[in-house]
């Protein structure tokens, strides 16, 4: 396994394009030059040792030379074993709300970026825990299996929109349901589930869903975005604002935040309901339950003992580099001698 620790360094790499059009340019100059002053035939003949092909081989040797160091700079390494880590944490799921309703700008920048700012906080504070996301509307996917790779989570979760689900509605016991599958039964680690959602649902069944997954040692956790007075759904197209949803008698459908049926849920589930209106507050609340959960004993496979290798291409760079120095224009004298073309008569 490869890691690249400075990726910004491959810019630079830009340079050995410009080199080779820089010397076929400077190529075509000469010998457009040297046809005003003699034909080809009487230049072969005052310059009978020169090789064309050992000039394009010395350019070539520049190029992967320079290629070859551009590449050290960004200081590659390679996870010489596959090591099982014993760490210590909990287990978090969150279930993110991705229904058009989400949509709604009684919150800002809009309660589903308000979902995401949250979720992106509180995954920069988590230490060894493991964390996965769900998204739902109409019915529930699974966006990121349970994983200690808290960068992943961050870039499935900034991708996260209402497009990505085919049916629209909110279905929040699927979403509990669905979270009841992530947990690995093998290992009894602390497991809390966070759904945030602006609390409409167009099912009946999630307070019982609740209820099960307290059984399996799931604590449920809800976390509220939006207004009570609610607001409009926007509908924008590339970006701009084309109007808002309207309902079959053509009037604007406004949107508000069902604060009670979280709090059911939260209570069902051994959990709080979290107001989420306000970002840091929301995120310190859920820090606080984490930090003072339970931490538990987990296995994670991962690449370890990384070892720098920019060395081999230094090495190799300055060999190409060196090879170009020391390789003359002229004709190899051993492959004349062979007349592999039959050049001589």
Do not use: C
């Not at 520049?62 to 099982?84: F, H, Q, W, Y």
């Not at 700012?117 to 990121?144: E, F, M, T, W």
């Not at 309901?273 to 994670?300: C, M, P, Q, R, W």
Request: no cysteine.
């Amino acid at each position: 396994m490869y890691q690249i620790e400075e990726t910004s360094y491959f810019i630079y790499l830009l340079i050995v394009p410009i080199v080779f059009v820089a010397y076929m340019l400077v190529y075509w100059w000469k010998k457009s030059t040297q046809k005003k002053f003699a034909d080809t035939d009487l230049l072969a003949r005052l310059s009978p040792e020169k090789s064309s092909f050992k000039s394009f081989l010395k350019i070539g040797f520049i190029g992967l030379g320079l290629t070859l160091l551009i590449v050290s700079l960004t200081n590659p390494k390679m996870g010489t074993k596959l090591e099982t880590i014993k760490r210590e944490g909990v287990d978090i799921v969150f279930a993110l709300d991705v229904s058009k309703s989400m949509l709604a700008e009684d919150i800002a920048p809009s309660r589903l970026e308000k979902a995401k700012q949250i979720l992106n906080k509180v995954i920069d504070k988590l230490g060894s825990d493991r964390v996965g996301i769900i998204i739902y509307a109409g019915n529930a996917y699974p966006l990121l299996p349970i994983t200690t790779d808290h960068a992943a989570a961050k870039m499935f979760l900034k991708n996260a929109n209402p497009d990505m689900v085919s049916s629209q509605g909110t279905a929040i016991s699927e979403a509990i349901d669905l979270g009841l599958t992530y947990f690995d039964n093998d290992e009894q680690t602390n497991r809390f589930l966070f759904v945030i959602s602006d609390g409409e649902d167009h099912q009946e069944n999630s307070v019982n869903i609740t209820a099960k997954a307290v059984k399996e040692g799931i604590k449920t956790y809800t976390i509220g975005v939006g207004l009570a007075k609610g607001g409009p759904i926007p509908m924008k197209r590339n970006g701009v604002l084309v109007g808002y949803k309207k309902d079959q008698k053509g009037e604007t459908v406004i949107t508000k935040l069902h604060a009670d049926l979280l709090k059911e849920i939260a209570s069902e589930g051994n959990g709080i309901y979290i107001d989420g209106n306000k970002t840091n507050e929301t995120v310190e609340t859920i820090s606080e339950i984490l930090i003072h959960a339970e931490k538990n004993e987990f296995e994670s496979k991962q690449f370890s003992d990384y070892k720098d290798q920019f060395q081999w291409f230094i090495g190799f760079g300055l060999l190409f580099l060196f090879l170009d120095v020391f390789l003359l224009d002229k004709k190899t004298g051993w492959i004349q001698r062979l007349n592999l073309f039959n050049q001589k008569k």
